[in-house]
């Protein structure tokens, strides 16, 4: 095995400069895919980050009426109670935010919008969502005070501004009618561009007043210590649950369509690296060729001195073997060092192409993932390739006519 | 017993077009410790035959034995295995490893044999000072000239302790001095070691000194002379 294996490496730099050409393919191979997958994962998981944590949370207990028919009718009692007894259920949960939130029509003395008016426990919201970052004007309210923060996009619509008085015109709870006239203590930038132009955050309590919504919240978000434990922690939720009209949602659950938008969007991206992986299939296998024609004497001779085919073989194997690894090794440090990079000053999209982002109710910057999977995936792939290519070399020694092979 | 037999062996080339028929009817024996030259002008079958000898070819018919060991009926792998523990080999080109050294290059067989490490080192060693080679043992073959990477070739064909030894025009790249030092190392390990070789040749150097020489012509043994130790001619 020794001696087979220095045999498989040494062959291996009989020609320096080939061997690294096709290493560095390889290489390009993997950073390729890896940043072609990074790019597209980096913005789905922009998009579905902001998503969960400004609007749907990883995971959310609801009314089981509500997903069906979200009114404040089907809001449900919260208190310290609850909030105890969902905390005790799993030790992965860190804290339980409530919400209550509704549409309400906006108004000035001119202009009237829809938006939607979301009543929250600010600290709890900051701890889950860092709101209060995303602050660009003036202040965020105080408990209970009859202040609201618009978002950028819809105090623009309305155009109001900080200190402005902003009358709210809705239904609350059972029919009741809810109006208020509120100050604009701030202006917030929404990270979602569709809800940047029509969102209204205000205290929990001053909303639940509005609303005539005492002690009711139309959600519950679930913060947890990581998203991965997402399903295992709703299970756990959804048996202390049984029994009640509650009931736990997880976040692919709760929007559905735009995991199917996505994944769509994804088509296109697994198509170039489809394309990629054939193009470097290729390359790799004119090298393979290459390598494995310009030796057929050798290996006659090898074989005629009593080399095991199958023995020959495995050392040709063994030479794709260290090309892939040292390819596929070398593509994910290079991967990770240019990823890490993008992934600290992501790419920001400027002109046109922004605003068609944006558009498209997308951030205009290109996020990148660096989940580590979209690694040892693409590192996988570019790995089996190479190793389906040397099938061939393989293939071609088992077959080999050793006297027309010593004679070429 | 005779270390090699063929009896009556027949090549035939394409057979369902246009035959061309390398051997007729052969039927030769090498008995241990010959210094045989097959000889011929090119055509002749002497490679061909060389070939069946090795256990490289099958031939189209007539059977051919190692020992008491039927080659023609063996299959493919077991004719590989066969020729690993029983037969040497030297190439016209010498055909070493080129990324191995002198040493590695004598040493791979037994490796491949399985003889321990520490075992095939020490006969490599030995059998690269007995081709004058003790010196160079960690030159590469590009480092060598011919003659010496010829000489790294026949103690790579003895590595295996084979029953003999075929070597294909092994003087053929090598000018005269080499060939001759080539040619007293093979002589010395056949009269010392009693190692069987058989030589297709063209080359008159090795006629010269070959004790038996047969002769093909068209496919066929034309002539086959021993020269006895007192120098008489056998036919």
């Not at chain 1, 998503?51 to 009114?71: A, K, V």
């Not at chain 1, 906006?106 to 970052?133: C, I, M, P, S, W």
């Not at chain 2, 055909?95 to 791979?108: C, G, K, Q």
Request: hydrophobic share 45%; charged share 25%; with cysteine.
């Amino acid at each position: 095995m020794k001696t087979l294996f220095k045999l498989a490496w040494r062959s291996l730099w009989r020609n320096k400069r080939r061997t690294l050409i096709t290493i560095s393919a390889l290489i390009f191979a993997v950073v390729a895919s890896v940043f072609m997958q990074s790019i597209n994962r980096g913005s789905h998981e922009m998009i579905v980050d902001n998503m969960t944590r400004f609007q749907t949370g990883y995971l959310q207990i609801q009314d089981y009426r509500f997903e069906n028919e979200p009114s404040l009718d089907n809001s449900f009692y919260y208190d310290g109670d609850l909030e105890r007894e969902l905390l005790e259920q799993d030790d992965r949960i860190t804290f339980v935010l409530p919400r209550i939130e509704t549409f309400m029509l906006a108004a000035d003395e001119q202009t009237t919008r829809g938006g939607f008016v979301f009543g929250v426990d600010l600290e709890k919201e900051h701890q889950f969502n860092g709101l209060k970052d995303r602050l660009v004007n003036g202040r965020f309210f105080d408990d209970r005070e009859r202040g609201v923060v618009l978002s950028q996009g819809f105090s623009d619509r309305l155009g109001l501004s900080v200190s402005d008085t902003i009358a709210l015109i809705g239904q609350g709870r059972f029919g009741m009618s809810a109006s208020g006239l509120y100050e604009i203590v701030g202006i917030m930038d929404h990270p979602l561009p569709d809800m940047n132009s029509r969102t209204i955050y205000m205290p929990l309590e001053t909303a639940r007043e509005l609303l005539s919504a005492e002690d009711k919240v139309t959600s519950l978000l679930i913060g947890m210590d990581s998203d991965r434990h997402t399903d295992a922690v709703a299970a756990n939720i959804g048996h202390f649950l049984e029994g009640s009209e509650l009931r736990v949602f997880t976040w692919p659950e709760l929007i559905p369509e735009l995991l199917e938008l996505l994944e769509f969007d994804l088509v296109g991206a697994y198509l170039m690296s489809y394309i990629l992986y054939i193009v470097i299939a290729f390359g790799f296998f004119g090298t393979i060729l290459t390598m494995t024609l310009e030796r057929i004497k050798e290996f006659g001779i090898l074989i005629s001195v009593g080399m095991a085919r199958l023995k020959l073989a495995f050392t040709l194997f063994l030479e794709v073997f260290i090309i892939g690894l040292l390819g596929v090794i070398a593509g994910v440090v290079f991967a990770w060092l240019l990823l890490y990079y993008f992934y600290l000053y992501p790419i920001e999209l400027t002109g046109e192409l922004a605003e068609t982002v944006i558009d498209m109710g997308w951030a205009p910057v290109l996020p990148m993932s660096f989940a580590p999977d979209q690694f040892y995936t693409q590192a996988v792939i570019v790995f089996f390739i190479a190793i389906l290519i040397a099938v061939y070399p393989m293939y071609r020694v088992i077959r080999l006519d050793v006297i027309s092979a010593s004679r070429s | 017993m005779a270390v090699i037999r063929t009896e009556k062996i027949c090549k035939v080339y394409n057979p369902d077009t246009i035959p061309v028929h390398a051997l007729k009817d052969v039927s030769i024996q090498v008995e241990k410790g010959e210094f045989t030259s097959l000889v011929g002008p090119s055509g002749s079958g002497k490679t061909t035959l060389l070939n069946m000898l090795g256990a490289l070819d099958m031939p189209s018919s007539g059977k051919s034995f190692i020992g008491d060991v039927e080659v023609t009926k063996l299959s493919d792998k077991e004719r590989i295995n066969f020729r690993l523990h029983n037969i040497g080999f030297v190439f016209q080109h010498y055909n070493l490893i080129p990324v191995f050294t002198a040493r590695e290059n004598v040493s791979f067989i037994m490796m491949l044999q399985g003889v321990a490490q520490k075992e095939l080192l020490e006969r490599a060693d030995e059998l690269l000072e007995s081709v004058g080679l003790g010196d160079r043992k960690d030159a590469r073959p590009h480092e060598l000239s011919g003659g010496q990477q010829q000489r790294v070739a026949v103690a790579r064909a003895l590595a295996s302790k084979p029953r003999f030894i075929l070597a294909d025009e092994p003087t053929a790249n090598l000018d005269t001095k080499a060939a001759m030092n080539l040619l007293d190392i093979m002589e010395k390990m056949n009269e010392e070691q009693k190692v069987t070789f058989v030589f297709s040749t063209h080359d008159q150097r090795v006629i010269k000194r070959a004790r038996r020489v047969v002769t093909l012509v068209d496919g066929a043994v034309h002539s086959d002379k021993t020269t006895t130790p007192d120098n008489t001619v056998k036919e």
